[in-house]
């Protein structure tokens, strides 16, 4: 299917026919990492800004690698060393970096709606590296990539999402992602961590860990967003790793013995997840990170290099 958009916002927004051309386009890229000269030319004379007002390892890092191996300039901007802090508004500071002519502005931002904010605002294409607790999604791409090299397709495949939900802008995409393509999700966690109208999305819900990863090809553990959270959602974290964090043994006795763990990172071992699973053979989290490499040049190619220097989509 032909890439016709300006930007990359939610997967609710996408075709299921869009989210397999990134997926597909993402797998046709990612050789490019096993090679001597990770350099192609497809985005040279291209700009790309990565528009960070929070903390990030993997999306920034990826977005940048993506951006060079593809030949294009690639500028971080980090908000807490910028004019921000002397009061420039979020707005007002897009504008200004866009008056710089870049073709494409990545954005992570804490409020929701933010990069829907700037692809109003702005004719550069935005891309949506995660806004607040609503979607991010190029971390469900590469987490569909991911599955898809494992597992070989989508349709009929069950999935286990377990955790803080509610805050969970990794969650919401996949959901979406996945009932689009035929998965049956499951979401599971303590009761004050799962939104009460999730059911809405087309998604099982499981209050014991055990009755949620069992007969499921795949278990996605989330982190606790404690920087989103209210004060008191859950007793304590002993409590919470002790009813919802996933052992190896946990896994072993309950879980299906080819299951797939994925977690988005970054990983509180021993909240969430023990050590010896997330080191285990059943873990596909590195691989992740490295599909995700793979799916951000897939984004900002489909952005960025297919269009024309009048500003038009081809067909
Ligand atoms: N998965 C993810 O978004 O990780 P970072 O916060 O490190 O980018």
Not at 95 to 102: Q, Y
Not at 156 to 171: F, K, N
Not at 205 to 228: F, G, K, P, S, T
């Amino acid at each position: 299917m032909a890439w016709t958009r300006k930007d990359l916002l939610a997967m609710r927004d996408l075709e299921p026919g869009e989210i397999l051309t990134l997926v597909d386009t993402a797998a046709s890229l990612e050789e490019i990492a096993s090679r001597d000269i990770k350099k192609v030319p497809a985005l040279r004379g291209k700009t790309i800004v990565n528009l960070f007002y929070e903390p990030s390892t993997r999306t920034r890092t990826s977005f940048e690698i993506a951006g060079k191996w593809l030949s294009a300039d690639v500028i971080n901007f980090t908000a807490s060393a910028s004019s921000t802090t002397k009061g420039e508004t979020f707005v007002d500071t897009a504008k200004n970096i866009e008056a710089m002519s870049p073709d494409v502005v990545v954005v992570r931002h804490s409020a929701s709606g933010a990069a829907e904010l700037l692809a109003r605002e702005l004719d550069c294409s935005i891309v949506n590296a995660g806004d607040g607790a609503h979607e991010h999604p190029t971390q469900a791409l590469l987490d569909l990539l991911t599955i898809r090299e494992k597992k070989r397709h989508f349709e009929g495949l069950q999935v286990a999402i377990v955790g803080d939900i509610t805050h969970s802008r990794v969650a919401r995409s996949n959901i979406h992602a996945m009932r689009k393509l035929g998965v049956t999700v499951t979401v599971a966690g303590p009761p004050t961590l799962i939104p009460p109208f999730i059911g809405e999305l087309g998604v099982k819900v499981a209050y014991r860990l055990e009755e949620a990863i069992r007969d499921v090809d795949v278990i996605m553990m989330l982190r606790l967003q404690h920087e989103r959270m209210a004060a008191g959602l859950i007793p304590s974290v002993r409590e919470y790793s002790r009813y919802w964090g996933l052992s190896l043994d946990k896994l072993q006795k309950h879980a299906r013995p080819d299951v797939l763990i994925m977690h988005p990172g970054p990983v509180n071992r021993g909240v969430e997840l023990s050590p010896e699973v997330a080191d285990s053979h059943y873990s596909v989290i590195l691989d992740q990170v490295s599909k995700g490499v793979a799916v951000r040049m897939a984004v900002l190619f489909l952005l960025a290099g297919s269009r024309s220097s009048e500003g038009q989509v081809r067909a």
